[in-house]
């Protein structure tokens, strides 16, 4: 599993941008919906040959949304491309912490 620490995410227009931790590397987020369908990219390349993976966003307690999203390459920071996400996002913008991607 992939574990990105968000630290900082805002919204801006119809889309959140911020930034994330992963393994004391900082990288910038942008989540969007679905506008050219479901999409993840990654900031480094990935050993796997999983063509799609589950993205879920955490917080405190049982607070979570998942989306299984395929993957589409690397890219200059994180960007994850669901509605079911960006509108949970709307609602709980401030009470989320992590960023998981599973790769198991």
């Known amino acids: 599993m992939l574990s990105f620490k ?6 801006s227009q119809s889309y959140f941008f911020g930034k994330v931790e992963f393994r004391n590397d900082k990288y910038k987020v942008n989540i969007q919906n679905q ?7 990654l900031p480094f390349e990935i050993k796997s040959k999983k063509q799609q993976f589950i993205v ?14 395929p993957f589409c390459g690397q890219s200059e920071w994180l960007e994850i491309d669901s509605d079911s996400i960006t509108y949970f ?16």
């Open 35 to 41: 506008k050219r369908g479901k999409v993840l990219k």
């Open 89 to 104: 996002l709307a609602d709980h913008q401030d009470q989320l912490d992590t960023i998981e991607i599973m790769d198991d």
């Open 56 to 69: 879920r966003l955490t917080g405190p307690g049982d607070l979570f949304i998942e989306d299984f999203l």
């Open 6 to 11: 968000i630290n900082k995410l805002d919204i």
